[in-house]
């Protein structure tokens, strides 16, 4: 059998996909697999991964192959194969398989996720902790402390602030940081 030509292992293999000729036609055209290893990469792709599917594209090369529109079954072979490896690098580079990639185990990296995800238990003991303290400072700032204070907690801007109390943008600013450091000075007991 190891004598016959590509065309007469290629009409065994049509008779029946599961004939010897299937391994004498894949060794034969392994070096085409070989080549075509050395010029191309596909991440996680070990040597059973190749063989996989070089015989794979080698069945379906043989379904489709027609003598008289290729010259050669080796060359129409090594095309099919070639577009193959393509399809397969493109895949493997989708944006949506690198991220599938790039991801951790909660389970598995569970200490590191508790050490570096926030909780949001605690953020709402902060929120609710700086909220405390903003009420417990207002009784400690002057007037125009406290008209300062709100008018920042409002959203206003310094200028406008000002303008609003019959103060200079300087006066606002010592203000506030009269009032920032009252404030600190109540988070720091």
Request: hydrophobic share 40%.
């Amino acid at each position: 059998m190891f004598d016959l030509s590509d065309d007469d292992l290629i009409d065994l293999l049509r008779q029946d996909l599961d004939s010897p000729a299937l391994l004498i036609l894949f060794e034969r055209y392994h070096p085409v697999l070989q080549r075509i290893q050395k010029q191309y990469f596909i991440p996680g792709f070990e040597q059973a991964d190749w063989d996989q599917e070089a015989l794979l594209i080698l069945c379906s090369t043989v379904q489709r192959y027609q003598s008289g529109l290729s010259r050669s079954f080796g060359a129409f072979y090594r095309l099919r194969l070639r577009h193959r490896v393509f399809d397969l690098i493109r895949q493997s580079q989708a944006l949506k398989r690198q991220l599938l990639r790039q991801s951790l185990s909660l389970e598995a990296e569970a200490e590191y996720f508790a050490d570096t995800l926030p909780d949001q238990r605690w953020i709402l003991r902060e929120q609710l902790e700086a909220k405390e303290a903003v009420y417990q400072v207002l009784p400690r700032l002057s007037a125009v402390e406290h008209n300062v204070f709100h008018g920042l907690l409002t959203g206003q801007s310094l200028r406008t602030i000002g303008q609003e109390h019959n103060l200079t943008v300087s006066q606002v600013q010592a203000a506030l940081h009269r009032s920032q450091a009252k404030l600190h000075e109540l988070l720091a007991e």
